[in-house]
């Protein structure tokens, strides 16, 4: 089975930072990765999909890239409201994987 | 608007069954994959079982819930279901329902979840 493996596991920035998360399949994905935000207590929340597709109604502010193996999500400006733990997950066929979260503080 | 609301979760013993459900509204359901994911309390998310559209009857499940869960889904009803056996301790978890997104396997939308709990 194809593993994914997040980088940091925590982060602590400032607002207004530029935040980058890293995520790397074991074997290629093309491009098929998501990535969520879940907040604190609540439910998970798609944010990309196609490794680099906004999902409709998610600011502007967050962007993926990547194809391959090597994925990053960036915040380019982080917000008090993005505390949140982002999961990437891939969709390269069966098993459906998340990675092991991203913890982001301020 | 899509909602999704799940239902079943309980304390249960080990080794025993349980059965949740999933009520979808606000979108055609028969024309959408379906999944669970679950997450164990302080945990990361984990895929635990998919059921495509009505159009392919194609069904996968996680290694660990492989034998143990089955998944079902009643398009008439616009509901979703898994069936729990032989519940073990890491099973424990909250549960949820999620819809799959058309042109890829991610998650659009997610239930609130229910929580399932595992023990003596």
């Known amino acids: 089975d194809i593993q994914m493996t997040q980088s940091p596991s925590s982060l602590s920035a400032s607002v207004g930072d530029r935040v980058t998360i890293t995520c790397r399949a074991s074997?290629?994905?093309?491009?098929?990765l998501a990535w969520y935000q879940q907040k604190p207590g609540k439910v998970p929340k798609l944010l990309i999909y196609?490794?680099?597709t906004l999902q409709s109604g998610v600011p502007s502010r967050f962007s993926g890239s990547g194809s391959g193996t090597d994925f990053t999500l960036t915040i380019s400006s982080l917000q008090p409201e993005d505390v949140a733990t982002y999961y990437c997950?891939?969709?390269?066929?069966?098993?459906?994987?998340f990675g092991q979260g991203t913890k982001v503080e301020i | 608007e899509v909602q999704l609301v799940e239902s079943g979760g309980a304390l249960v013993q080990p080794g025993g069954s349980l059965r949740l459900s999933c009520a979808a509204s606000?979108?055609?359901?028969?024309?959408?994959?379906m999944s669970w994911v679950r997450q164990a309390p302080g945990k990361g998310l984990e895929w635990v079982s998919y059921?495509?559209?009505?159009?392919?009857?194609?069904?996968y499940y996680a290694d660990s819930v492989k034998g143990r869960f089955t998944i079902s889904r009643d398009n008439t009803d616009n509901s979703l279901f898994l069936q729990m056996n032989s519940l073990r301790a890491e099973d424990t978890a909250v549960y949820y329902c999620?819809?799959?997104?058309?042109?890829?396997?991610?998650?659009?939308?997610w239930g609130q979840g229910t929580l399932v709990t595992v023990s003596s």
């Open positions: 059921f495509a559209s009505s159009t392919t009857n194609i069904i």
């Open positions: 999620a819809r799959v997104k058309f042109g890829s396997y991610s998650f659009d939308y």
């Open positions: 606000g979108f055609i359901f028969s024309n959408h994959a």
């Open positions: 997950q891939k969709y390269y066929g069966f098993p459906l994987t």
């Open positions: 196609a490794a680099s």
């Open positions: 074997q290629g994905i093309s491009n098929s």
